[in-house]
């Protein structure tokens, strides 16, 4: 069981092993990743480069969202939730991995080979189909709702999500499919996740 934390940085402590695991699926490959066709959308969206601070903000945006948990409960509930949203995405990455080609849209100025380069070094062109980013800020929306600065939250998760396909992160597909593992994962509390802990009170 995970508990907040007085030091913020702790947060990302929490997460290293999933940052592991994303980054063990990103960059060791058991397939050859497949760059799927643009639709009528992903071609016609545009690249909107001022937007990419807002995607790499996502790095601080998921562990502001674990600090505004208001109990224990509930921020275990975001740890358990978001790697159950990584396995079902690791699924796909493993075994249907999906690239996308950045460097057509980033090499252009001196600003975004700045942010490729580093991307590159920490993120991979791969893990593309679901979006992660998708579905963990979807789910991060959801609990913001209700709270202080709901709306900061929601609004700043929103343009996270947005920014990865005009930031020529992700396909509309990829996105899509995130907030698919986003409503899979709210049903696995549902279900199981719940009863599970139901259980254990039973018990104790």
């Given at each position: ?26 960059r060791f490959l058991l397939f050859p990743p497949t760059q799927l066709e643009f639709t009528w959308l992903d071609a016609n969206l545009p690249f ?157």
């Amino acid at each position: 069981m995970v508990k907040k934390p007085r030091c913020f940085l702790v947060y990302y402590l929490y997460w290293v092993p999933y940052t592991l695991v994303y980054e063990a699926t990103n960059r060791f490959l058991l397939f050859p990743p497949t760059q799927l066709e643009f639709t009528w959308l992903d071609a016609n969206l545009p690249f909107v480069s001022f937007l990419v601070p807002v995607y790499v903000s996502y790095l601080l945006f998921g562990c502001l969202i674990l600090a505004n948990s208001k109990d224990n409960q509930e921020l275990n509930d975001l740890f358990y939730l978001t790697h159950f949203q990584l396995l079902v995405c690791a699924l796909f990455f493993v075994f249907f991995p999906v690239s996308f080609p950045r460097h057509e849209y980033y090499a252009g100025s001196a600003f975004t080979k700045v942010f490729l380069d580093f991307w590159l070094w920490f993120d991979a062109p791969n893990n593309c189909f679901p979006s992660l980013h998708t579905a963990n800020c979807a789910l991060a929306i959801h609990y913001s709702l209700g709270k202080k600065w709901q709306w900061l939250f929601c609004f700043w998760g929103g343009m996270i999500i947005v920014s990865t396909v005009l930031c020529k992160q992700h396909y509309i597909v990829d996105l899509a499919a995130g907030l698919c593992v986003y409503l899979l994962s709210i049903r696995f509390k549902e279900w199981v996740l719940d009863p599970w802990k139901g259980a254990a009170g039973a018990v104790a």
